[in-house]
T-cell receptor
Framework: DADVTQTPRNRITKTGKRIMLECSQT?????MYWYRQDPGLGLRLIYYSFDVKDINKGEISDGYSVSRQAQAKFSLSLESAIPNQTALYFCATSDRHWGEDGYTFGSGTRLTVV | GESVGLHLPTLSVQEGDNSIINCAYSNSASDYFIWYKQESGKGPQFIIDIRSNMDKRQGQRVTVLLNKTVKHLSLQIAATQPGDSAVYFCAEKTGANSKLTFGKGITLSVRP
């Protein structure tokens, strides 16, 4: 099983719909992140959480919300999806002590909003 | 604002040659740097890292060089193979509670 699992892998949704992307990890890491990847723009941080009771906005949090249900689970919601939220979304985890592997990424969720 | 950037969007190399991928960073306070490889349809994978108190670190077929004077990071891949074809990202961290800031990525294409 993957260390960081994202579901679904692919999703097509309509404008205005609410959608949740889920992430779970078996790394035992305290810190979890949600990134968005667009062509030519690299990875941009949406939200991050340093522990279960800690939630922080990243550089592009508008239109998104998150929930840290447990140390191992961090979900991203789009309350009312819009076409420019079409992107590849990645969840990542890291150890608070910055172990030798930095972030561990999931395989991504490809979201298309039509 | 602070940013991490890459000099070239694409790099094409002949199989067997050495590859050098460059990255400029602008935050002189960054203390940790990582190179990631992203293959098509997959998430970024850790390749190698380096802390700011080092100027060189070697892994298996890869070497990372850090020049803090000019704020430059490079990834050298020896004897490039078709399996090295991917997008490569550099990333930097500033401070213990900081997040990683990623460059935009460069595509490495290996010619047979």
């Amino acid at each position: 099983d993957a260390d960081v699992t994202q579901t679904p892998r692919n999703r097509i949704t309509k404008t205005g719909k609410r959608i949740m992307l889920e992430c779970s990890q078996t790394k035992g890491h305290d810190r979890m992140y949600w990134y968005r990847q667009d062509p030519g723009l690299g990875l941009r941080l949406i939200y991050y959480s340093f522990d279960v009771k800690d939630i922080n906005k990243g550089e592009i949090s508008d239109g998104y919300s998150v929930s840290r249900q447990a140390q191992a689970k961090f979900s991203l919601s789009l309350e009312s999806a819009i076409p420019n939220q079409t992107a590849l979304y990645f969840c990542a985890t890291s150890d608070r002590h910055w172990g030798e592997d930095g972030y561990t990424f999931g395989s991504g969720t490809r979201l298309t909003v039509v | 604002g602070e940013s991490v950037g890459l000099h070239l969007p694409t790099l094409s190399v002949q199989e067997g040659d050495n590859s050098i991928i460059n990255c400029a960073y602008s935050n002189s306070a960054s203390d940790y740097f990582i190179w990631y490889k992203q293959e098509s349809g997959k998430g970024p994978q850790f390749i190698i890292d380096i802390r700011s108190n080092m100027d060189k670190r070697q892994g298996q077929r890869v070497t990372v060089l850090l020049n803090k004077t000019v704020k430059h990071l490079s990834l050298q891949i020896a004897a490039t193979q078709p399996g090295d074809s991917a997008v490569y990202f550099c990333a930097e961290k500033t401070g213990a509670n900081s997040k990683l800031t990623f460059g935009k990525g460069i595509t490495l294409s290996v010619r047979p």
